[in-house]
């Protein structure tokens, strides 16, 4: 009796706890129910597709003063689309044509006078550079002189002659010798006329009471001075050039390309390149021609590029590391620094001014993509206006104030 009384018993306290298990479920699936039905618990969409809609509400955000962003030293970007994938790497280096490159020689002799450069100085076309002393310079400024008096003089006697020709008062032969002697002074003074020219001399300039003691060196191209070779005093010739002048404008890039990249590439593609020994600054180049033989004993091939945009800070001869675009694949970028990580997932800040005294930043989580050049493919988890300014510099800094 005793042991069915103990069996009735456990089957009882089952029953009572399986009825308490499902009322205890069936209130909490109504409590959930209503949770969804009010509008007060429903889940927040954040949209931030214009500027200022972000707001304070957000847990995400943090105000800086301007004390603070001084001492953390922020800067801003916007989202960029750049080539970042379907590309291949190349080095090589920059390079001005040898059609904007100058030696600057005299055409005579002489010993430098004056100096008026040093390298580094910008330098017009038809500038003087320096000057040069011979004293064949003045002897032929002086025969220039003498031959166009003695043309003078012989054009009236070979008029003279004509006249007497005509009028059968001479004969022709005194005629004939008037004209040969004529043209023969005056094709002498067009070549000492010529030569003068050459110096950078003006002939009308020159006279009895006016002979030019020194020879002018001109630059014959806009450029920057590359290097001076000679010093006032010394001598120079025509095999001795005083300085190089250098166009940067006209620099472009030569890129080593290996044979089996070359087939991807083809004319009119986008280069995107930074200098080896600076590459925080990226530059933008177009390729203009493909080369046909082999550099050396390489199997690299000559690809010449068209720098485009602000050539500030190039120079002739700098090695460069490049990125060729094979593909017209853009995508929304910014520099890799302007990403943080933080419980393995990946933001970036947007910037929003409140005050003169204060600035606001909000966190937006991103899901990052390929890395290149210093810039990194995003994908925001939330729509944001890509006019908007990102930090691109501090957002470590930030970060860190948020967490505190």
Not at 365 to 371: A, L, N, T, Y
Request: net charge neutral; charged share 20%.
């Amino acid at each position: 009796m005793k042991k069915k009384i103990k069996q009735l018993s456990v089957i009882l306290l089952y029953t009572i706890s399986s009825i308490s298990f499902i009322n205890c479920h069936s209130n909490q699936e109504k409590d959930d129910a209503e949770k969804k039905s009010d509008p007060c618990c429903a889940p927040k969409q954040i949209d931030i597709t214009k500027l200022n809609s972000v707001t304070d509400q957000l847990t995400h955000t943090v105000k800086l003063t301007n004390n603070q962003l001084k001492s953390i030293d922020i800067t801003y970007c916007n989202i960029e689309y750049k080539d970042l994938v379907a590309t291949i790497k190349a080095n090589g280096n920059l390079e001005v044509p040898n059609n904007f490159k100058a030696n600057i020689t005299p055409l005579y002799g002489g010993v430098i006078k004056s100096l008026y450069v040093i390298i580094g100085n910008k330098i017009k076309k038809g500038q003087v550079i320096a000057t040069l002393a011979n004293p064949q310079f003045i002897q032929l400024q002086e025969d220039y002189l003498a031959t166009s008096n003695k043309v003078h003089f012989a054009e009236q006697e070979f008029q003279r002659q004509k006249e007497l020709y005509q009028a059968n008062a001479s004969s022709k032969k005194n005629f004939q010798q008037a004209e040969s002697e004529f043209k023969t002074l005056q094709t002498r003074k067009t070549s000492l006329e010529q030569q003068l020219n050459m110096l950078s001399i003006d002939v009308s300039s020159i006279s009895s009471s006016n002979i030019f003691s020194v020879l002018p060196i001109l630059s014959p191209i806009n450029g920057v001075v590359g290097n001076v070779f000679l010093k006032i005093g010394s001598y120079a010739d025509a095999s001795s050039p005083i300085a190089e002048i250098v166009d940067n404008s006209s620099i472009h890039l030569d890129l080593k390309v290996f044979e089996k990249d070359l087939p991807m590439l083809k004319e009119g593609q986008t280069i995107h390149f930074t200098l080896t020994n600076n590459p925080t600054h990226e530059y933008d180049a177009e390729v203009h021609s493909i080369g046909a033989t082999f550099e050396n004993d390489s199997k690299a091939i000559s690809v010449h590029c068209d720098v485009l945009g602000n050539k500030a800070g190039l120079f002739d001869g700098m090695n460069i590391t490049a990125i060729v675009s094979l593909a017209n694949n853009k995508m929304p970028t910014v520099p890799s620094e302007a990403i943080v990580e933080a419980e393995g997932k990946c933001y970036i800040f947007i910037y929003k001014n409140i005050t003169n005294l204060e600035t606001e930043f909000t966190k937006i989580e991103v899901i990052k993509g390929v890395s290149n050049m210093g810039h990194t493919a995003i994908t925001p988890v939330v729509d944001i206006n890509e006019k908007i300014k990102i930090v691109s510099k501090g957002a470590f800094f930030i970060n860190a104030k948020m967490m505190n």
